[in-house]
Every structure is written in C-alpha cells, then in structure tokens.
C-alpha cells in the first residue's frame, strides 16, 4: 500500500477506536494487514514521503497532534521508516518488509492515492455550516 493510504486507514481506525493506546497498536497491524492487499506502488520514493508526511500534517492541524487518528496515522504508516532510516534494520533485516508479507498487484497506486484524499476529506473537514440562518 502507498504510504499516504497507510496514514489514512490508521488514521479512519484512530478516530473509530477514539483511543490514543488503540490507535497505536492497532497502527502496525493495519500497515501489515494493508501490505497483505495486492497494490502497486509509486517509483518516487520523494512522492511517497512527501504525500505520508501532508497526510499526517494535515491531521495534526486538524485535529491536533494527540488525537487518536493522528496517532494512527503515525502509527499506522511508521513501518514505512525502514525502507529508508537503516538503523531500523536489525542485523540488516526489515521487520515489516522482508517476510512476504508485502504483495504486489492490480490495486494502482492512483486509486490508492484518490481513497486516501477521500478518507483524509472526511477525517479533517469543517463542520457544515448552514446556507441560511433563521433566527426567531
């Protein structure tokens, strides 16, 4: 899964559990569950990043950097970090990407993108406001 579809799910799953500790556990495993989906990803590892990052950004402006969807959206997305930090590689090992888990196939990576905007959409809109105010 793209890395901006991770910080969406841990972040749906976050605000849905609306606990701080569920959100962080539930996070790997929804990176795991979400490597599981046949998909494709982006060949620019900058894009990947760049959109994971505004993800989660957007979030913390949001909804604060403590709400539980922000925490999941971390959470959720933090496996990501070993492709690229080595120190997060023990005896050189990935702990999330080297067990097979990580399937590729049909589910394009623009798809991905376009849900992740949408679950994001929701998670960060305003209140609706409404066109007329009646007042008595």
Same mark, same amino acid.
Request: glycine content about 10%; overall charge positive; charged content about 20%.
């Given at each position: 899964?793209?890395? =901006?579809?991770?910080? =969406? ?12 500790? =569920? +959100? ?20 620019? !590892? ?13 979030? +913390? ?16 997305? +933090? ?23 990580? !399937? ?11 849900? +992740?905007? =949408? ?18």
């Amino acid at each position: 899964m793209i890395v =901006a579809l991770h910080v =969406a799910t841990g972040a749906a799953a976050g605000a849905a559990s609306g606990s701080r500790l =569920a +959100a962080l556990l539930l996070g790997p495993v929804l990176h795991v569950a979400g490597d599981r989906v046949p998909h494709r990803d982006f060949n620019s !590892r900058r894009f990947e990043i760049g959109s994971g990052l505004a993800g989660i950004l957007l979030l +913390a402006a949001r909804r604060g950097p403590l709400d539980p969807a922000t925490l999941g959206a971390v959470a959720s997305s +933090a496996p990501d970090l070993e492709h690229i930090l080595p120190f997060l590689r023990p005896r050189g090992r990935k702990l999330f990407h080297d067990h097979g888990w990580h !399937r590729s196939g049909r589910f394009p990576a623009s798809l991905q993108l376009l849900v +992740a905007a =949408a679950i994001l959409g929701a998670l960060t809109r305003r209140p609706r406001q409404p066109l007329f105010k009646i007042e008595r």
